[in-house]
């Protein structure tokens, strides 16, 4: 079967750090585009930033550049998002997805073609 799961959320001081992990089952996750995303309370999902299955970064957020970066983990399954100088505005559920395509390139248009989807981590930055 196939599953992404994600963890890793929590409560975090601004200017602090969180990891997200996000662990596949049923699939090589190596092999495809992973993207990141997240829904800040009554807002709606935005993605955040893809790595695709040749290991090419896309971010589809501004404001996460140079504090935000993905990488895998290939003997765990699982990809990474390390999310450093966190801002109370970084609040969200925070979800991985991917579009089970073999070899693919991340969309231009985020989660645009990802249908797996997991089922969110809370990520909660407040003093």
């Known amino acids: 079967q196939v599953r992404l799961v994600e963890s890793g959320g929590g409560l975090v001081q601004p200017g602090g750090s969180l990891r997200l992990s996000c662990a596949a089952s049923?699939?090589?996750?190596?092999?495809?585009?992973i993207g990141w995303f997240r829904q800040a309370p009554g807002k709606e999902r935005e993605g955040v930033l893809c790595i695709s299955s040749s290991d090419e970064v896309t971010y589809y957020l501004d404001s996460v550049k140079g504090r935000f970066t993905i990488s895998n983990d290939n003997a765990e399954n699982t990809a990474y998002l390390q999310m450093n100088s966190l801002k109370p505005e970084d609040t969200a559920v925070y979800y991985c997805?991917?579009?089970?395509?073999?070899?693919?390139?991340?969309?231009?248009?985020?989660?645009?073609?990802?249908?797996?989807w997991g089922q969110g981590t809370l990520a909660t930055v407040s003093a």
């Open positions: 049923g699939f090589t996750l190596d092999d495809y585009a």
């Open positions: 997805a991917t579009d089970l395509e073999r070899g693919s390139n991340c969309p231009r248009v985020p989660g645009y073609g990802m249908y797996v």
